[in-house]
């Protein structure tokens, strides 16, 4: 017996014992009404987007049966909706393309694109935590960060760009924090500075560069400022 048959089967059952009230009642609300018929309700090889049970006109089925139908449905029906989630610009280009596991939470790849059709990002989660390689862009198209993640924290080896598609900083990272060497470069690829993390702190000697190349001497800790790009969106 499919599934159809048998949620049928038991609101006919509840129907004997619950007719409809002439009239409604303080106890109407323990009981709710489900009318009309929807095939994609009860047909598992659809797509379900709304698990109501609307199965009979005039036909009242007390809420506990109801509940209790709805948990039958509900763990297939999620997996359904949640599979894959598509959005689109208003252009018509794909916005995102997102998978999620039984809990709805991201899991497996995720990707977004700019309104231009760029890709805009591309990440892989395990149940809602960020895993494994992720990747950004620049909305002209070349590459803005390439970084590894371990349980939501960076992890191993980080790159950022120039819109130019030059290194701009290439870090490494431990359970989120920076740790081991540290380089970073001007926009026309020449090297900046490089030197050593700990914890999250600078440690021993930075070696610094000019912008023609020349060597600058070292210094005890870094003394220039160089924040992490941001995506270039012109």
Known sequence: MDLSHLIRSQVVLSAAFFPPPPAPSPQAENRRRLTGASPSLVDLAAKVVAVNF???????VPKPLHVHLQKFMEPKAQRQMLDAVKKYHPNGNVKSNKEFDDEGQLHGKM????AN???CREECYEHGVLNGEARWWHEAGGLWTQQHFLN???HGKCVWYYPSGK?????????GLKDGHCETYYPNGLKCEEGQYQDDQEVGQ?????RMGHFLGCSEPSTIDHPLPGPSTN
Not at 111 to 114: G, N, P, S, V
């Open 54 to 60: 609307e199965l009979y006109q005039d036909c009242w």
């Open 111 to 114: 990707e977004e694109w700019y």
């Open 117 to 119: 059709g760029h890709k």
């Open 152 to 154: 939501g924290h960076r």
């Open 167 to 175: 290194p701009h900083r290439i870090v490494n990272y431990k359970n």
């Open 206 to 210: 930075w070696r610094k560069w000019s």
